[in-house]
Structures are given as structure tokens and as C-alpha cells.
């Protein structure tokens, strides 16, 4: 089967490699290229094992800070865009226990199957991309947060979940000493020893080199225009120079623009950008930088670190579909490095980087064909700030509802 994907990022590569191991003839379009924007300064973190969904019963509590502070790691800027009021109103909707509860199973075992894809690929690939099972630290600053973060833990293993303990601020800055000088403010921690850590441009770029090296069209620098459809079917995509790129199945990997271009098609993908940072530096100062990958819980900021650098990444902005790269997110994340990991490095190089990570309301991925769709589109979006866990589970998921 002839099968055009559109989307460059860890997603739609990930999705062209499981369809070519399959045996279909694939084309890849991206108007920019490999892993160039999402993935490119993602927040490194392989979240297997801790996936709670940012649709929580907590969020109704935080909801005027949500609003109204300018500190707030979680930003809600309201825009005039029906699209935005929308997805806020389903995302309140979802906030309470039971749909918590089942976002988080379904994630758990997407991110088990990805995991098993992932370290497959690795194996059969060596795909050098600074892969390092490292294990994770969650640090809560309150009782009551750390409270809730067991009742998460504890959930997660009733759903069958991989090991994770409750540790103690001390039992922390053991297992990553880094942290020691940081102790007093961490009221204790959830520390999962399997998590993993990798590179997820430098996967994008190894993924583009074997697919094209197997004969995979890659198509890159032209952008979506419009859908070719009769008969209930896309019979071809026109790009923005005009080329008609024709398949017998399309999937649609475009991340933040795939509700646009899904519209286009006359399908309502509930799907809307969470806009991140990231900084990048050379662990080349005098200071401990962890080996340990670290979440900031209450700052909603993680640390990976990247063989001989240290990656900060965080912030959920909901402010449209504005990709600046803000300097004030930027000071906020270096000044987060220097208080965690003072002198950890010398570098003045930031590789300041902001993305937009397309996230549905409750979390949950939209994967497959779509009811009111037509009947050769597929989806593959929505995995939000787990792109890269969900990645490879959800290649394989796509290829199984493609038959």
C-alpha cells in the first residue's frame, strides 16, 4: 500500500518507520523538516512510568491563578479564537477522578508498548541519541502535593505501572547528590528507577537517515495546501508549490497544525497547542549537574540530562498559537538551573527553544480514522507533552487500525 504521512516530528517518523517495517510504500512531507519543531527541544524526559494527565481534579482549585498570576507555571490566556474556549471547556470537563483514572490506564499501556517499540528500534538501529536509563526523581514542595503525588503513585501500580517509591527529601539527595545542597524546601519525592532519558531530535534525524536509506520519499521544505477528495476519499494532497502528491492512504502527523489541516477535510480534531521551553547547556562547571533525570513539580520544570549536557524544559502556556520564544521563560528556566544546579555549568549558550505540543483535553492521543472523516485519513496527534514517550506505541496503534 502506497501511504503518505504528513509530519516530520518523533511522531510521524516514528509512524513512517512502523509502516515501512510493515511492508507499505511511504512518503513523508514537512514544510520545514526532521524534528524541527516540537521535537527539536522537547524536555528529553522517556515518561514511561509517570503519566498523569494535566486534566486533574486539582485544576479547579488552582483555576484564578490559572488566570490571573503572571508566576503561574500553568497559563491560561484567554484569546479570541472559539477553538481556544472550546478546548478549555472540554479540558474542565475532564477534570475530575474517573476520567483521570482512565486517561491514566490507557496512557500506561500506550507507554508500555512504546517503550518495548522504542527499545527495539535502539537494538535493531544503534541509533546513537544520548539514551540513558537514568532513572527519575519528582520533587514535591508540600505535604499536601506529596500526598497527591502517592495517591498517584499508588494508582499507577494498581493499573500496573513500574516500580515507584515515596522517598524522603534526604532519601533524595542520595539518589542524586546533586540535589544535596537543595533539601531543606523538597517536602519528599517519587523516585521511579526505570525512566529513561534520549535525544529526541538526534532520534528524528537517525529515523530520516534509515528511512530514506530503505527508499522512503522525504519531502521537506513544502507545506500542506488542500486535500484532492472524491467519493468520500482523499485521492491527493497539493502542496503549497502546487505538486499533487498522490497515495491510497494518508496519515496525518502534523502535531499543532493538524487540527487546521483535519478541518480542511471536514474533521473537528479537538486539538490545541501547550507551548513550552526549553534551554540546552554544556555541564562543564565546577557544580555537581544530576545524572538522575529531575521534575520540579511545583515549577512544572524537568531536567535531563543529555550525555555532556543538561536540558531544562517546562511551562504549559495555553496563549494561542504565538511560537515566540519569550525571554522572561527563558531567565525563569536558567534561574530554576542555577537554584537546583548552582555552577553546573559556565555555558552562556542557552539554546533558548519554545514549541507548540498539540494536546487534547483529556490527554488521551487521537489515533486511527475519524467517523465523519474521509475513509482513507488517519490520525496520529494529541500525545501533547508525551509525544515522545507515546511515539513509537502510537506508530504501532496507527499501523493495527490501518490493517
Keep these: 500500500m502506497q501511504v503518505c504521512v504528513l509530519g516530520a516530528g518523533i511522531v510521524g517518523l516514528a509512524t513512517a518507520y512502523e509502516l515501512t517495517e510493515r511492508g507499505h510504500q511511504v512518503t513523508v512531507i514537512d514544510r520545514i523538516g526532521p524534528g524541527a519543531q516540537a521535537s527539536a527541544g522537547n524536555g528529553a524526559q522517556l515518561s514511561y512510568a509517570y503519566v498523569q494527565p494535566l486534566a486533574d481534579p486539582g485544576i479547579w482549585a488552582q483555576l484564578p491563578k490559572l488566570l490571573l498570576s503572571p508566576s503561574s507555571a500553568l497559563k491560561i490566556r484567554p484569546q479570541w479564537d472559539v477553538r481556544q474556549w472550546r478546548w478549555i471547556w472540554s479540558f474542565l470537563c475532564a477534570c475530575h ?24 528500534l535502539r537494538e535493531r538501529e544503534n541509533i546513537d541519541c544520548d539514551f540513558a536509563a537514568s532513572g527519575k526523581l519528582v520533587l514535591l514542595r508540600s505535604q499536601a502535593a506529596l500526598a497527591a503525588a502517592r495517591q498517584q503513585m499508588l494508582l499507577q501500580k494498581q493499573l500496573g505501572g513500574a516500580e515507584q517509591m515515596a522517598v524522603t527529601a534526604a532519601e533524595a539527595c542520595a539518589i542524586e547528590p546533586a540535589l544535596a545542597h537543595h533539601q531543606e524546601p523538597i517536602a519528599g519525592a517519587i523516585y521511579t528507577p526505570s525512566e529513561c532519558v534520549a535525544d529526541c531530535k538526534k532520534v528524528c534525524l537517525a529515523l530520516a537517515s534509515i528511512l530514506s536509506a530503505r527508499g522512503v520519499k522525504l519531502i521537506l521544505g513544502r507545506g500542506f495546501d488542500n486535500w484532492i477528495t472524491a467519493g468520500g476519499k482523499v485521492t491527493a494532497m497539493r502542496l503549497d508549490d502546487g505538486q499533487e502528491v498522490t497515495a491510497d492512504t494518508f496519515v496525518l502527523c502534523a502535531g499543532n497544525e493538524s487540527a ?3 478541518a480542511r477535510a471536514g474533521v473537528r480534531l479537538p486539538v490545541y497547542p501547550l507551548k513550552g521551553y526549553s534551554i540546552t547547556v554544556a555541564t562543564n562547571g565546577p557544580g555537581l549537574a544530576p545524572q538522575v533525570s529531575i521534575t520540579d513539580s511545583a515549577r512544572k520544570i524537568v531536567f535531563a540530562r543529555l550525555g555532556q549536557r543538561l536540558r531544562a524544559a517546562g511551562m504549559v502556556e495555553l496563549v494561542g498559537h504565538d511560537a515566540r520564544i519569550q525571554s522572561l521563560q527563558i531567565q525563569t528556566l536558567q534561574q530554576a538551573t542555577h537554584a537546583l544546579f548552582p555552577n553546573c555549568t559556565r555555558d552562556v549558550d542557552l539554546q533558548p527553544w519554545a514549541g507548540m505540543r498539540p494536546a487534547t483535553p483529556t490527554g488521551l492521543p487521537i489515533i486511527g480514522r475519524q467517523a465523519r472523516g474521509p475513509s482513507n485519513l488517519f490520525i496520529n496527534t494529541g500525545q501533547g507533552a508525551l509525544g515522545f514517550t507515546l511515539a513509537f506505541g502510537s506508530a504501532a496503534q496507527l499501523a493495527n487500525a490501518l490493517g
Excluded: K, P
Design 97 to 120: 477522578a474517573r476520567q483521570s483514572r482512565l486517561t491514566t490506564t490507557q496512557l500506561l499501556t500506550l507507554a508500555a508498548h512504546s517503550r518495548r517499540a522504542f527499545d527495539a
Design 260 to 262: 487546521a489541516i483535519a
